[in-house]
């Protein structure tokens, strides 16, 4: 059963390092063992950049094992330099607190804890009560200065003019390390897992493990998620995508994932849903034949959504999707369509000049057509909907009195192209 969980992530294109493989397939397969994750909380909400390794560690409890998810109450005071150009904003004690608290929450959604199948830890536990001298003496001394400056989060930055690292984002990798150790004394975990961005972090622990206790200990790391455009995943136009629903709804998660571009589909379908290879591949043969039916993006987003958010606000999100799609958007609810606003570029609007504006001068207010003369060719071609009604050739007068609860004027260009006017 272990030897699959390896075999999955190989399939999936989840890993992008581990150390010593064949070691670790017989170190898995010999018993079930303890393996973790470490979030460190830099804000209130994990983000869709988060999924990927909280899925990994749910696959590897399927598979038999124990996850760790470690919460860094400690490191989250310091701040990681991985991936990073300049010093992270060192955040108050009693926020990072707070903040680890409600990652706490998030991360049960994908994880089982329940009977002591998974362990719930907060590194604020041992790293607050380090002594600096003990802590020098007995594990500074495994970390020589050449390999810590030929890390590439620290060559990165100690080459910048501009900016360099400090003592404190230098010290990180000695944290995480120290991590790994106490996780280890405390929770037999011999498995780190992390982005790839983490290689040198956790390849570190590895090696203060070995020269303290002379146990095995292994690391694997997955790739971080690119786009085939070159864009940054989890990313809007408007804002990051948060796991938070407060922050990012279900709905504004459901079209994340359904206006993921073909190109991505294969790679995101084995990243972040559940499905077998013979449904991915299905989902792709369709995909290749009817490409506008979107059918495998509807999948994507119907799987990641029912995983973040639970089934029930999944298929609301996908209610709300089938309603704009049909131009049946007046049967939305108030709250319906407020979500679905919070996913589409939106523009506010007086009462007043509501009154005296038509279609054409809609269009070019929120900036779907460039110019009136423009305006009306859309109009002429049948490609605009207001509130779900495809407007004629006329140039037919809009007024507040149209708005939906008095609040919301829905429109759209083409197929796919929203954009919200609210009243104020």
């Known amino acids: 059963m272990s030897h699959d969980f390896i ?10 390092d581990v150390t010593k493989e064949s070691e670790l397939r017989a170190h898995l397969a010999a018993a079930p063992r303890t393996a973790y994750v470490g979030f460190d909380p830099t804000a209130d909400s994990l983000h869709v950049g988060s999924l990927l390794p909280l899925l990994v560690l749910r696959r590897l409890q399927l598979a038999g094992h124990r996850p760790v998810v470690l919460i860094g109450g400690g490191t ?12 992270r904003t060192l955040n108050p004690e009693h926020q990072v607190a707070e903040w680890a608290d409600r990652l706490r929450a998030q991360v049960s959604r994908f994880v089982d804890f ?49 900016e360099g690292i400090s003592y404190t984002e230098f010290s990180y990798q000695i944290l995480q390390a120290y991590d790994y150790l106490a996780l280890l004394e405390r929770h037999d975990c011999t498995l780190q897992l992390g982005g790839s961005d983490q290689w040198g972090n956790i390849t570190a622990g590895v090696e203060l493990i070995r020269r303290m206790t002379g146990r095995p200990a292994f690391g694997l790391t997955m790739p971080l998620v690119t786009k085939a455009d070159g864009g940054k995943f989890g990313k809007t136009e408007s ?25 991505d589909v294969p790679a995101f379908l084995k990243y972040f849903t559940f499905l077998g290879r013979r449904e991915i591949a299905d989902l792709l043969g369709a995909m290749a034949e009817t490409p506008e039916k979107r059918e495998a993006q509807r999948v994507l987003a119907r799987e990641v959504t029912a995983l973040v958010h639970g089934e029930a606000k999944e298929l609301e999100a996908e209610e709300i999707s089938r309603a704009f799609f049909s131009g049946d958007v007046e049967s939305l609810t108030e709250l319906q369509l407020a979500d679905a606003c919070r996913a589409m570029p939106t523009t506010s609007l007086r009462r007043e000049e509501l009154a005296q504006m038509r279609v054409a001068d809609l269009l070019t ?34 007024g507040p009195e149209g708005a939906l609860f008095g609040r919301f004027i829905i429109l759209r260009r083409g197929r796919r192209t929203y954009h919200a006017g609210l009243l104020e």
């Open 365 to 398: 207010r929120v900036g779907l057509a460039d110019s009136k003369k423009r305006a009306r060719e859309l109009l002429a071609d049948g490609a605009i909907y207001l509130n779900g009604r495809k407007m004629g050739p006329q140039d037919a007068a809009v």
């Open 114 to 162: 329940s009977g002591g199948a998974a362990v719930l830890a907060d590194n604020y536990e041992w790293l607050a009560k380090l002594q600096m001298i003990p802590f020098l003496r007995d594990v500074g001394k495994h970390f020589s200065l050449g390999s810590m400056l030929a890390k590439e989060s620290v060559r990165s930055r100690m080459g910048r003019t501009d």
């Open 76 to 87: 989250g005071l310091i701040g990681d330099p991985s991936g990073k150009l300049g010093e």
């Open 7 to 16: 075999d999955d992530l190989r399939w999936r294109g989840l890993i992008a």
């Open 239 to 263: 804002d990051t995508v948060w796991l938070d629903e407060k922050r990012t709804s279900p709905y504004e998660m459901y079209q994340f994932w359904l206006n993921t571009a073909d190109e």
